[in-house]
């Protein structure tokens, strides 16, 4: 359980960390999905190493079940500990950073891919979002959904390394000696 904690805890902190240099150091400028991606691929390996050191732990022998338990836990909870430290970010500490990202997301709509669009255009759409979008609760409708998007990317990604960490190879691979 310990272990699960540390890299719930990895994850989590590291997240913040992406979260931190976006918002304040590259300022939205450079953001590009493959940020995203390259998260994606991080924390995977991050579990991946959290199903080694348990199946370690376990002497090669951890199956499907109770590796999807530990790592679909350990990726809920260091989730949440994004979600709950994010939303602090967002919303005591920087709560203009919701507009910030919804000015930039705009902006560059109407500089890259519409340049037909007027500068009134844009000034119209940004308020229309920031009227009927509630990106300042930490409870409403923005909140419920980013929840369920990290509790299914948890579970996601704990499938995906429980199919994996199991196998036989993955004991050669990391000379796991099998009881």
């Not at 002497?59 to 836990?73: A, C, S, V």
């Not at 809920?76 to 949440?80: K, T």
């Given at each position: 359980?310990?272990?699960?904690?540390?890299?719930?805890?990895?994850?989590?902190?590291?997240?913040?960390?992406?979260?931190?240099?976006?918002?304040?150091?590259?300022?939205?400028?450079?953001?590009?999905?493959?940020?995203?991606?390259?998260?994606?691929?991080?924390?995977?390996?991050?579990?991946?190493?959290?199903?080694?050191?348990?199946?370690?732990e376990?002497?090669?022998?951890?199956?499907?079940?109770?590796?999807?338990?530990?790592?679909?836990?350990?990726a809920?909870?260091?989730?949440?500990l994004?979600?709950?430290?994010?939303?602090?970010?967002?919303?005591?500490?920087?709560?203009?950073?919701?507009?910030?990202?919804?000015?930039?997301?705009?902006?560059?709509?109407?500089?890259?891919?519409?340049?037909?669009?007027?500068?009134?255009?844009?000034?119209?759409?940004?308020?229309?979002?920031?009227?009927?979008?509630?990106?300042?609760?930490?409870?409403?409708?923005?909140?419920?959904?980013?929840?369920?998007?990290?509790?299914?990317?948890?579970?996601?990604?704990?499938?995906?390394?429980?199919?994996?960490?199991?196998?036989?190879?993955?004991?050669?691979?990391?000379?796991?000696?099998?009881?």
């Open positions: 359980m310990k272990k699960v904690l540390q890299y719930a805890l990895l994850f989590g902190l590291s997240f913040i960390v992406y979260e931190l240099i976006l918002s304040y150091v590259i300022r939205f400028k450079f953001y590009h999905w493959s940020m995203d991606i390259f998260l994606l691929i991080y924390g995977v390996l991050i579990f991946y190493f959290l199903g080694i050191q348990l199946k370690k376990k002497n090669g022998t951890m199956y499907f079940g109770e590796t999807f338990l530990w790592i679909f836990l350990s809920s909870l260091g989730s949440m994004y979600y709950l430290l994010s939303v602090i970010h967002r919303h005591l500490i920087n709560p203009d950073m919701a507009y910030d990202f919804i000015r930039y997301q705009l902006d560059s709509v109407r500089e890259g891919i519409f340049n037909t669009l007027t500068h009134e255009q844009v000034i119209d759409a940004k308020m229309e979002i920031l009227n009927t979008m509630d990106v300042t609760s930490p409870f409403g409708q923005m909140a419920i959904n980013n929840i369920g998007a990290v509790i299914f990317g948890s579970f996601l990604v704990a499938i995906f390394v429980a199919v994996i960490v199991p196998r036989k190879f993955v004991n050669r691979l990391h000379k796991i000696k099998v009881a």
